[in-house]
């Protein structure tokens, strides 16, 4: 079945993971004209042990003439051939003296052009069809339950979802055992005509049904129920559903939104978690995802395991060693304390970065690691490229690289500079003291 637009990608992936098993009525014939009631479409949810009170009883039972039975006999050897459209030449021989037949006749005769059409994969033909079938008076209760329920899954095919719960509703109204499959079929149709109030009603009745015997609901149920409750905006349904699916279907998949939920909820150690059991699986394996977990380990103080994260993606090849990415990489490492690495990777980001700020920052990394001339270089380049956010920060790291090594009238002029920036002013006026001071001393020793 094809996804209407509006459904979102999260859904997209799992909302109607089986595909729907469609149970033409028509091979019902052979067993009533033998007068056997004949198992109907529906008839397969009384495994579940759902008990109702009938609501349909047929008055008067039907049968077919000998002549009649002949006839579908026929047909019925062409369909065991699988030889579909010699069964339909057969029919339309048939249908020549159908007039002579009685209504259940007729009934069975369309209910054979269903089933025929249905495996010539002609479904609005076979659609058509099967409504003769509802149509006519003499109807057992077999053929009409087994009719109805092949409609709706034909009109599920055909995305006619109105069509297709009117027909399940019928269907609901006259099956003496109705299942919880029922409603969540009813509940698919309900979500894709967009009307959640009524797909929860239908889902959540399936999914209680199951559960309150203790019996664990199908993938898609529970799919299709996160799905519902993910539309509403109700993330904390989605989260509980999402455990279950968990504990009785873990995937990686499952993991990823549950990640996902966690974070629109704000519990990033929750999404951290939870992201980091998708890694150790080894199904995080796209660039995005990775960042985003170093990001998360950023996030909750460990700079450790997000450099290790990168590293590693890096020599993958799955994370590309750009500008932005060495910079981020670089900053876990020396937020890690591991300087002898965050240089390195700080000098890669800056040589591919076609702006000065990483040549800016380079030189800071430099000064606190005590290799004055390296900043200054850094510096230098930064000027050069230009495009730095904060010119300040830069001239007091020149400064105090300048004053490490005795240049004093070098290092009070990038203080002076420094101090035209109010955000550095009061710093930058306090080493121009101590310059100023250190100088003074210098000249006064004759050095």
Request: hydrophobic share 40%.
């Amino acid at each position: 079945m094809k996804m209407t637009a509006r459904v979102s990608k999260l859904v997209r992936q799992t909302l109607l993971a089986a595909p729907i098993a469609l149970a033409p009525a028509a091979s019902s014939v052979v067993l009533q004209s033998l007068g056997m009631e004949a198992l109907s479409a529906g008839s397969v949810f009384a495994q579940e042990g759902e008990k109702q009170k009938p609501k349909y009883k047929t008055k008067k039972s039907y049968s077919l003439r000998q002549p009649v039975f002949k006839d579908f006999a026929k047909v019925q050897e062409k369909t065991d051939a699988n030889d579909w459209p010699g069964a339909l030449e057969v029919l339309n021989d048939i249908r020549k003296k159908s007039e002579k037949y009685t209504s259940f006749e007729k009934a069975n005769l369309w209910n054979y052009y269903g089933w025929v059409y249905y495996s010539l994969e002609n479904y609005p033909e076979a659609l058509r069809y099967y409504g003769k079938v509802i149509a006519e008076e003499q109807l057992s209760d077999a053929l009409k339950i087994g009719t109805l329920y092949t409609m709706a899954q034909l009109m599920f095919v055909q995305e006619d979802y109105r069509g297709a719960i009117e027909k399940l509703k019928q269907w609901m109204e006259i099956q003496p055992i109705v299942g919880a499959d029922a409603f969540v079929l009813l509940a698919q149709g309900y979500y894709q005509l967009n009307d959640m109030n009524n797909a929860l009603t239908n889902i959540n009745t399936a999914v209680e049904r199951f559960e309150s015997k203790g019996k664990v609901p199908k993938e898609n149920w529970y799919t299709l129920q996160r799905a519902v409750y993910f539309e509403k905006g109700d993330n904390k349904k989605v989260i509980e559903i999402l455990h279950k699916l968990l504990r009785h279907y873990p995937k990686p998949t499952y993991w990823k939104q549950l990640s996902g939920m966690y974070g629109a909820e704000g519990q990033e150690k929750n999404q951290l978690h939870s992201l980091e059991v998708v890694y150790l699986m080894g199904e995080l394996g796209k660039e995005k995802e990775l960042l985003n977990l170093a990001y998360l380990f950023m996030g909750e103080d460990v700079p450790y395991k997000a450099a290790r994260i990168i590293e590693k993606g890096m020599k993958a090849g799955i994370i590309e060693e750009t500008s932005k990415n060495l910079e981020v990489l670089a900053t876990a490492w020396r937020l890690a304390q591991n300087v002898k690495k965050s240089i390195p990777e700080m000098e890669k980001a800056a040589q591919k970065s076609d702006k000065g700020d990483l040549y800016a920052r380079l030189a800071g990394i430099y000064l606190d690691n005590d290799q004055n001339e390296k900043a200054l270089e850094a510096g230098a380049k930064a000027y050069k490229r230009k495009g730095i956010k904060r010119p300040d920060q830069l001239q007091i790291v020149l400064g105090m690289a300048n004053a490490n090594l005795g240049k004093y009238k070098t290092a009070i002029k990038e203080f002076e500079k420094a101090a035209k920036d109010k955000r550095s002013r009061k710093f930058a006026r306090q080493w121009i003291e101590f310059a100023k001071g250190e100088l003074k001393r210098k000249q006064s020793l004759g050095i």
